[in-house]
């Protein structure tokens, strides 16, 4: 099962994505949690891609296909993958295509701007292990500590509402027209978005023939 996650920032693609990469047996491949840890790590490609992820503006294309490439030239991509985040524009979906990747589903969470707005106050996730919560909605065991690895929660750098629109923004002119895209292909699976997170999961499997 080749699986796309699509949707705007915030939309629960990586929250979505852990729950059905643990039900479907396949990895997640987020390229946010990649570029998060490359800048961690202090490597070239972290370097060059924090001023753009701060502004809240897509890292360029050449950057995120040669990354893409390689991850899902990996070992444990053989039985297939989830891609969190992306494609995000029509050329990254294109080399995908070009390299003779088929992808079984892709799966667009549609949620308004606003009820984004909103939640995205709530975020924080694991400065270690990436994993992500919302202080309502998915609340940790215990304030402020990650469930998994037990490291301290913080909010997002690229979470100020600030931040959020102009991501909002690059979704709507950039990312959108995927849907156009892959609806061509006949492999859109649009997904209302639902109140709690556990009816996502269940309106995605639906959507899935699952
Ligand atoms: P990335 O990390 O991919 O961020 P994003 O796409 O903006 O998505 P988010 O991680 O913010 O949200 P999400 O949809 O995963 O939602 P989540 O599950 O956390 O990318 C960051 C940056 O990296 C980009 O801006 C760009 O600069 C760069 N980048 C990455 N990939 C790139 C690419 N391919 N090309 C170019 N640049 C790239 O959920 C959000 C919150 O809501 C959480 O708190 C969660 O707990 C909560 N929640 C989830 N579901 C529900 C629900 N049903 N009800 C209530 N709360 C919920």
Same mark, same amino acid.
């Given at each position: 099962? /080749?699986?796309?996650?699509?949707?705007?920032? @915030?939309?629960?693609?990586?929250?979505?994505?852990?729950?059905?990469?643990?039900? $479907?047996? !396949?990895?997640?491949?987020?390229?946010?949690?990649?570029?998060?840890?490359?800048? /961690?790590?202090?490597?070239?490609?972290?370097?060059?891609?924090?001023?753009?992820?701060?502004?809240?503006?897509?890292? &360029?294309?050449?950057? !995120?296909?040669?990354?893409?490439?390689?991850?899902?030239?990996?070992?444990?991509?053989?039985?297939?993958?989830?891609?969190? @985040?992306?494609? =995000?524009?029509?050329?990254?979906?294109?080399?995908?295509?070009?390299?003779?990747?088929?992808?079984? #589903?892709?799966?667009? %969470?549609?949620?308004?701007d606003e009820?984004i707005m909103d939640?995205?106050?709530? =975020?924080?996730?694991?400065?270690?292990?990436?994993?992500?919560? #919302?202080? +309502?909605? +998915? &609340?940790? /065991?215990?304030?402020?500590?990650?469930?998994?690895?037990?490291?301290? %929660?913080?909010?997002?750098?690229?979470?100020? &509402?600030?931040?959020? =629109?102009?991501?909002?923004?690059?979704?709507?002119?950039?990312?959108?027209?995927?849907?156009?895209?892959?609806?061509?292909?006949? $492999? $859109?699976? &649009? +997904?209302?978005?639902?109140?709690?997170?556990?009816?996502?999961?269940?309106?995605?499997?639906?959507?899935?023939?699952?």
């Open positions: 099962m /080749k699986l796309i996650l699509l949707g705007a920032p @915030g939309a629960g693609k990586g929250t979505q994505a852990e729950i059905l990469s643990k039900m $479907l047996g !396949i990895p997640t491949i987020s390229t946010g949690n990649i570029l998060r840890a490359a800048i /961690k790590d202090g490597t070239p490609v972290g370097l060059e891609a924090k001023h753009y992820m701060d502004a809240g503006k897509l890292v &360029p294309d050449e950057v !995120i296909i040669e990354i893409i490439h390689e991850r899902v030239a990996e070992e444990d991509c053989k039985d297939g993958y989830i891609l969190d @985040g992306v494609p =995000r524009t029509i050329a990254q979906a294109e080399s995908l295509e070009k390299a003779g990747i088929v992808f079984d #589903h892709v799966v667009s %969470l549609e949620i308004s009820v939640r995205m106050g709530g =975020r924080r996730v694991c400065e270690h292990c990436g994993a992500s919560y #919302h202080v +309502v909605a +998915v &609340p940790p /065991k215990a304030e402020g500590v990650c469930d998994t690895c037990g490291c301290k %929660l913080v909010r997002r750098k690229d979470d100020e &509402p600030e931040t959020v =629109r102009a991501r909002l923004e690059v979704y709507h002119k950039k990312t959108e027209p995927l849907k156009a895209y892959y609806a061509e292909r006949g $492999l $859109l699976r &649009p +997904v209302e978005n639902q109140p709690t997170v556990a009816e996502n999961s269940e309106a995605i499997l639906r959507v899935l023939g699952r």
